[in-house]
């Protein structure tokens, strides 16, 4: 809706007003000359008014009414949020109450139906009236100029159009007199009411009935009964000095009490309603609109993190502006329903499995991310944390640097220590072992690739600065967690028992940058200069310990990343909507190669075969104790305990750095991908330690039960013999120690 498109091509007209205005103009400019007494009225006239719109564009470009956004969980039910510039919601003339209709009509213009946009007799009375009074006691402005003024100030795209439509000027009272008679000519009076309605302001943020049907009385419009719309439509004159939500009402109710009677003295009710309805005290049901994400239920604080999410995303998106202001913006005024990906029933059992593990208050974050597979959906953000802006209470700061000098960012903050906004995220260990053995399986490379791993293992890479595992010649020497893990491994066990000195060779036979690229086809992006450097061309190809996962990533990535294997090599990027729709009830379009779809379309592709998506996963089923169903995973592995948690086929990943400063688990069903981390977000380098890594493992597993409890099982698709390979003769035999 335009209310300024009705008015296109009326500032550059140059003929004389209607001749309602030929007897009334000089006594118009008198009267502003009265209401204003300090503008300088000297030489003013028909002329100046017409040089003034000569010099504005012949077509204003004009903006819909700012409009409140509306945000809701994936049942478009659950409101989320608002956002909002001015708090407003277009609302047909047909679902607005008969009552607010008349009430503002016998408030503000009496003769409203009779003059033709300006009030010759209106005019006249307030001259007299005003000269009298020797102050402005009654304006001569009727509903149309009224209309007129404020569609120009929503419309205004720079502070002096702002100023031009809203100074007290005689000049603004002419353009609004001139444009008023153009508006009536084109428009009914029930359209110019409609529009009028949806633009007053009523005190409160309240831009228009529907938001001040809501906030005074928590209802619609169409329900506000004649006590109501009479107290509402006495705000419009001036919305803080009759505003009923103070503590002393007798203003508020003497000016409701007058519009009561204006509207009976109209014909609008008989006496002996004016009489009843007034005696009625004022009641109020004070709805406060949440606004942005810090606004959040308090019930639903948790949500506030994938409201921010959302929000980076939407700013992110070029079909909603040119830039992330633009963005803002146009979320804040553009009235969009906005059906968002999140779950509530899945966002309560996520979260209440990562307090259970980690109460909200712990210097340590545990967190948990969860996506579907083959869309991108984000259905759950949860860690224990509350989203406020509040850190008066916050604990003491963890990092020694900064102890006693800056609180911590716990219990309270509003960091994105999921993903989705700017920070760099965590160490995600060998979680990053799925990144090289996709790359070399889409190099070619067989499931029955055989190795054998020693305990460490001196490799073609050399150590970086200050890197962990330097040896002989400056070489990077890795070794395992645990010396059982020696031997020949395949892809399965070498997965499932997250044996380095595999995967080091493996990453050496496909290329670290191989596995590089992978990383960033899944879904992953550099945030750290170190990051950028090394995941770079030049680089890339000698970065050896990426595939124990050095690099910074997120829980959202990473569950991402996962779900890929899970869709069977299908990614889609991350997506927090479902659907986008604009006041006009059409979806929000975006361009892709040319063609234009709903921007809530889940953007995905084939980013590596099936057989390879399906072999990894028969790998990381080795993980969790459910078994792969073509190769032998070893006979024990690092997270067996998943399968009879989970209770259904499940693959996925541990993952531990060095020292233990972060734990992780990723797991997947067919149906549901999970990420979780337990880390120290204030300060890296505060280990976790070995004792806490099963909370990430547990909180996924169980998330999984719960949030799939009661839906059909799906099994995983087995890989084709062909991406197998054979199991090779002879392999090496693990070297005796000597006896001494």
């Known amino acids: 809706m335009k ?81 909002y510039e001015e708090h407003r919601k277009y609302t047909p003339i047909a679902s607005i109450s008969e009552n607010i209709r008349k009430a503002i009509v016998a408030s503000e213009d009496g003769r409203f139906y009779e003059h033709n946009g300006v009030d010759a007799k209106g005019i006249a009375r307030a001259f007299v009236a005003n000269h009298t ?30 100023m031009a439509a809203t100074e007290q000027t005689p000049i603004r009272k002419i353009r609004e007199a001139r444009l008023a008679i153009k508006v009536e000519k084109e428009m009914s009076k029930t359209d110019i009411l409609e529009r009028y309605l949806n633009v007053a302001y009523f005190g409160h943020r309240a831009y228009g009935v529907f938001a001040a049907a809501q906030i005074f009385f928590s209802k619609l419009p169409q329900d506000l009964t004649l006590a109501e719309s009479a107290t509402l439509a006495g705000l419009v004159k001036a919305p803080t000095a009759y505003d009923p939500a103070g503590s002393d009402q007798t203003a508020a109710t003497q000016r409701r009490n007058y519009v009561i009677d204006r509207m009976a003295e109209l014909g609008y009710i008989t006496p002996a309603v004016a009489d009843t309805t007034k005696k009625e005290p004022i009641k109020l049901k004070i709805t406060e609109p949440p606004n942005d994400c810090i606004a959040v239920a308090k019930k639903n604080n948790s949500w506030g993190f994938f409201c921010d999410m959302f929000k980076n995303w939407w700013l992110s998106q070029p079909a909603f502006g040119a830039n992330p202001g633009e963005r803002e913006d146009n979320l804040r005024r553009g009235g969009y329903k906005i059906t968002t990906s999140l779950d509530p029933k ?24 969860v996506v579907q597979p083959g869309t991108g959906l984000v259905k759950a953000m949860a860690v224990n944390r509350t989203y406020s802006l509040d850190q008066a209470g916050n604990g003491a700061h963890t990092d020694p640097k900064r102890y006693g000098k800056i609180k911590g960012n716990y219990p309270n903050t509003v960091n994105p220590l999921l993903g989705g906004g700017n920070l ?27 190795f054998y791993a020693p305990h460490r293992y001196k490799s073609q890479y050399f150590a970086g600065w200050g890197e962990r595992g330097s040896c002989g010649g400056g070489h990077w020497c890795p070794s395992n967690a645990s010396g059982s893990m020696t031997g020949n491994h395949a892809m399965w066990s070498g997965f499932g028992k997250s044996v380095n000195t595999y995967f080091v060779q493996l990453e050496q036979k496909v290329g670290a940058d191989k596995a590089v690229r992978m ?19 030049g680089k890339s190809k000698t970065w050896g310990s990426f595939t124990l996962g050095v690099a910074d990533t997120t829980p959202l990535e990473m569950a991402n990343a996962y779900a890929t294997m899970a869709a069977d090599g299908k990614f889609c990027e991350v997506l927090p909507v479902t659907g986008i729709v604009k006041p006009d009830g059409t979806p929000a379009m975006m361009d892709v190669k040319g063609k234009q779809v709903p921007v809530a379309t889940p953007r ?56 233990t400063r972060a734990a992780w688990f990723v797991g997947f069903t067919k149906e549901l991908a999970a990420a979780s981390f337990m880390a120290d977000p204030d300060n890296p380098f505060h280990a976790t330690g070995d004792y806490n890594s099963w909370k990430p493992i547990e909180t996924v597993a169980y998330t999984l039960k719960d949030a799939l409890k009661g839906k059909d099982v799906q099994q995983f698709t087995p890989p084709s013999d062909n991406i197998l390979g054979k199991k090779p003769a002879n392999l090496p035999k693990m070297k005796k120690k000597k006896k001494n």
């Open 3 to 83: 209310p300024l498109s009705r008015l296109k091509g009326a500032i550059s007209a140059t003929g004389r007003l209607a001749p309602i205005l030929r007897s009334g103009l000089i006594a118009g400019v008198v009267v502003a000359a009265v209401t204003y007494p300090l503008a300088a009225v000297g030489g003013l006239g028909l002329k100046a008014g017409a040089d003034f719109y000569d010099s504005l564009p012949s077509e204003l470009k004009s903006l819909p009414p700012a409009q409140t956004s509306y945000v809701y969980a994936s049942d478009g039910k659950t409101l989320l949020t608002n956002f």
């Open 133 to 162: 009074a020797g102050e402005v006691s009654q304006g001569a402005s009727t509903l149309t100029m009224q209309y007129v003024r404020m569609a120009l100030r929503d419309g205004a795209q720079t502070p002096s159009e702002v």
């Open 346 to 369: 899945v966002q309560d059992i996520a979260m209440d499995h990562v307090t259970k593990r980690q109460p909200i208050g712990s210097a340590y974050a545990l967190g948990e991310v």
């Open 424 to 450: 760099p995220g965590y160490q995600a260990g060998s979680t990053f072992k799925i990144f090289t053995m996709v790359a070399a399986l889409d190099a070619g490379m067989k499931m029955n690739t055989w």
């Open 519 to 537: 990383a960033e086809r899944l879904g992953l992006k550099w945030r750290t200069d170190i990051d950028k450097l090394q995941a770079s061309p």
């Open 604 to 659: 995905c592709r084939q980013e590596v075969s099936k057989d390879v998506a399906r072999a990894a996963t028969d790998a990381m089923r080795c993980v969790t104790g459910y078994g792969a169903a073509k190769g032998a995973c070893g006979g024990w592995s690092t997270a067996p305990g998943v399968y009879g948690m989970v209770d259904r086929p499940v693959a996925g990943k541990t993952g531990t750095t060095d020292d």
